[in-house]
């Protein structure tokens, strides 16, 4: 939620930290705004709307500094609005702050500093930020200790950058429980809240822990510790191609991250099973401690926790262990059963959701072992889960989860195939044969994007109804509950998912004529049970529309999308392809904005 972008360096940085903002814009694009510091002068522009909003104000090509910050903004104190953008200043018009975070306790800041006679412009939570900054400077008169003071009096979440009039040539930058890299290059740092928004200008960079401080100048920077003792970082060198963060040549990112779904899988599967060899780096869970487990959680959000949802039977009939899959925002309130012999994984694509974050220290206080899913380097889940695993999807842009939903199923089926070997938990032909099923993954979605005119025709046909439904029994009733939520996040259709089996419990009386039903059949041995719920829609009007991997009869149904056969276990992974590819050409025949759908933002770093 809202990504922040800075530059120091010798070029002008306005431009610089546009094309940032502009990768950035999927975490929030509410509002837009820039400052730069040019002869101990701050100039600020920001607006409401996108950045493209902001590229176009008069007035953006006078910023000719080469030290700025910028924001892009997913509102959630203050509705969006100019006053509301960032970067916010304090009063005194010193210090300029952009924030990616949530300020927990910002109402009793902002009485301490109204008592203080410090006077607020926005209802931002951030705000705050560079007043408290302002306060402690006319105590300490040192940048950097005014910084800290004010961090350490901060609850909840940030990453910031901060400039100061009169030291123009320094940015100060802190994070806690929010995203922010450090891109270097010869003469220039660059920082983010995330890799790929700096790739094409650098593929080196450091990495904030908590509480840290950095204190950037063109050639320099120095790194503290929330006592404000210094430390030293390493530099790490990130593999990732610059083009990996454009659109190369699709109209989306959505539909470049569907059909580089191939490749995704292909390359998470490359790291972790190698022919028949199963091998997660750095997590090593011994036979001993594996056999102790007699619980194991699955925890995430949305598409991630559908991901969860994917392999829980997966992971019970391998290991033989019983396996609950919980919503990350609920299961960190609803006192779970948990304990030394509980192993929890948490899903996220970015490594940033709050929730799955805050369920996953939740377990580790209570003594689980804990193991992270997650597609970003050196996210912050990472930093808290006692093993991380990553999926190699590639930065996932568009809001909307597709590739990452993919590989993450993949990844999490190696997993359970490799508990399986250590627990001795299923017989070696059955766990040789899914291996050898995993590896034909890639060439089978393939073949799955290779002619989609069916799916373009369809979304024709169907983009103008007001309700759609899903229906699934087993596995492609998680696979249902992921087409729902794709459909409905991107074409603002609702849409339900059901498990073809509670239809007549309720919800068939929603059904009448014209509905568009849309059934995944790929188990062979549940295909005539959810066939005959499939009949019971369309007896009462529904518009049938089939997406299987098994030969049926066809006379019956209104479409029917045909999919290459899985191992039942794996299917998701490509049944899921055809309903992304639905819920694009619906929203495009709608004239939607496909990658930043209303109301959302890619990574949901508030609670
Ligand atoms: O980054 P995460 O995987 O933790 O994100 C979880 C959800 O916010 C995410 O999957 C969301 O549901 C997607 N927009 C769905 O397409």
């Known amino acids: 939620m809202c990504g922040i972008v800075g530059y120091i360096g010798t070029k002008k940085a306005s431009p610089i930290l546009i094309n940032g903002l502009k990768k950035l814009e999927y975490r929030g694009y509410d509002s837009a705004g820039i400052s730069t510091i040019e002869e ?3 100039s600020i522009l920001k607006d409401k709307g996108r950045v493209k909003n902001l590229e176009n104000l008069d007035g953006i090509n006078n910023l000719k500094g080469t030290v700025g910050i910028a924001h892009t903004r997913w509102a959630t104190h203050g509705k969006p609005s100019k006053s509301n953008s960032h970067p916010h200043m304090d009063n005194s018009k010193s210090f300029s702050v952009v924030h990616n975070g949530i300020i927990e306790n910002y109402k009793e800041l902002r009485d301490f500093l109204q008592n203080n006679n410090y006077k607020f412009y926005s209802d931002t939570d951030t705000e705050v930020i560079p007043n408290l900054i302002h306060y402690y400077y006319n105590k300490e008169n040192n940048f950097l200790k005014s910084v800290n003071l004010a961090c350490n009096d901060l609850k909840g979440s940030y990453a ?3 400039i100061f009039k009169d030291m123009p040539n320094n940015m100060i930058v802190a994070k806690k429980d929010s995203p922010l890299v450090i891109g270097k290059s010869d003469d220039e740092t660059f920082i983010s809240s995330d890799i790929p928004a700096l790739i094409s200008f650098t593929n080196t960079f450091y990495f904030l822990n908590d509480t840290e401080i950095a204190v950037i100048s063109k050639d320099d920077i120095s790194f503290y510790d929330s006592n404000l003792n210094k430390i030293s970082k390493d530099l790490t060198t990130v593999e990732l191609s610059s083009d990996s963060a454009d659109k190369d040549g699709f109209e989306d990112y ?4 569907i059909y580089e779904q191939p490749k995704a899988v292909r390359e998470t599967i490359g790291t972790s099973l190698n022919g028949t060899n199963i091998n997660f780096e750095g997590l090593s869970l011994s036979k001993d401690y594996l056999s102790t487990i007699n619980m194991i959680y699955i925890v995430a959000c949305g598409t991630a926790m559908h991901a969860g949802l994917g392999v829980k039977s997966n992971f019970e009939t391998l290991c033989n262990i019983p396996v609950v899959v919980d919503v990350a925002s609920e299961f960190r309130y609803r006192k779970p059963l948990i304990n030394e012999k509980t192993l929890c994984i948490y899903i996220s694509q970015s490594g940033e959701t709050a929730d799955t974050i805050a369920a996953l220290k939740l377990a580790k206080s ?3 072992k804990t193991i992270a899913i997650t597609n970003v380097i050196e996210s912050s889940i990472t930093r808290e889960a006692d093993y991380y695993v990553y999926t190699h999807a590639g930065p996932e842009i568009a809001v909307a989860s597709t590739k990452a939903y993919t590989s993450q199923i993949v990844l999490l089926n190696i997993m359970a ?4 070997e250590i627990l001795n938990s299923s017989s070696k032909d059955r766990i040789e044969n899914i291996k050898k099923e995993i590896l034909k993954l890639p ?9 989609v005119s069916d799916i373009k025709e369809l979304a024709k046909k169907i983009y103008s109804k007001k309700d759609m439904f899903f229906l699934g029994r087993g596995i492609d009733y998680t696979v249902a509950l992921e087409g729902s939520l794709k459909l409905k996040e991107i074409t603002y259709i609702h849409s339900d998912a059901y498990a073809a089996g509670e239809l007549k419990h309720g919800p068939i009386a929603l059904i009448e004529k014209g509905v568009p039903v849309i059934s995944i059949l790929t188990n062979p041995t549940l295909v005539e049970k959810t066939i005959s719920n499939v009949q019971e829609v369309i007896t009462r009007g529904a518009t049938s529309i089939i997406i299987t991997n098994q030969s049926l009869d066809c006379s019956n149904f209104d479409n029917i999308i045909n999919i290459p056969e899985t191992s039942a276990l794996l299917s998701p992974i490509v049944s899921v392809v055809p309903l992304q590819l639905l819920a694009y050409y619906v929203s495009k ?5 496909v990658d930043k759908p209303r109301n959302l933002a890619k990574s949901v770093t508030v609670e």
Not at 417 to 420: C, H, I, S, T, V
Not at 443 to 451: A, H, Q, S, V, Y
Not at 589 to 593: A, F, P, S, T
Request: proline share 0%.
């Open 40 to 42: 101990s002068e701050i």
């Open 160 to 162: 910031i950058e901060v």
């Open 254 to 257: 959505m539909l470049k991250e």
């Open 366 to 368: 209570k003594g689980a």
């Open 417 to 420: 195939l490799y508990f399986a």
């Open 443 to 451: 060439e089978k979605l393939e073949k799955t994007l290779e002619d």
């Open 589 to 593: 025949e709608k004239g939607l904005d």
